[in-house]
Nanobody
Framework: QVQLVESGGGLVQPGGSLRLSCAAS????????MGWYRQAPGSQRELVAT???????NYPDSVKGRFNISRDNAKKTVYLQMNNLKPEDTAVYYC??????????WGQGTQVTVSS
């Protein structure tokens, strides 16, 4: 297992920006697919962004063009830059590590609230 520690959530006004960070405890980070997911009250957890070990990214249409995922393997950290935030982006955001060894690890979640 890998410990993942998220930070950077908070309250922001519509149109604002936030950057989430997720630090991993083990070097297997560098060969793992990293992802961000979110879960709003009463809703299922949904994919927000993924990035492969080689840097290939993937986004759903709901965040494409507004969110950007990146990674720093030396720091074992993945980031999610969120711009032009909307009230519907309000959710708990979770970091995910999908290891090539076949296990997944999740962070504890960080709250993002978009409200005026």
């Amino acid at each position: 297992q890998v410990q993942l520690v998220e930070s950077g959530g908070g309250l922001v006004q519509p149109g604002g920006s936030l950057r989430l960070s997720c630090a991993a405890s083990r070097s297997i980070f560098s060969i793992s697919v990293m992802g961000w997911y979110r879960q709003a009250p009463g809703s299922q957890r949904e994919l927000v962004a993924t990035i492969t070990s080689g840097g290939t990214t993937n986004y759903p249409d709901s965040v494409k063009g507004r969110f950007n995922i990146s990674r720093d393997n030396a720091k074992k950290t993945v980031y999610l830059q969120m711009n032009n935030l909307k009230p519907e982006d309000t959710a708990v955001y979770y970091c995910n590590l999908h290891s090539p060894l076949g296990f997944d690890s999740w962070g504890q979640g960080t709250q993002v609230t978009v409200s005026s």
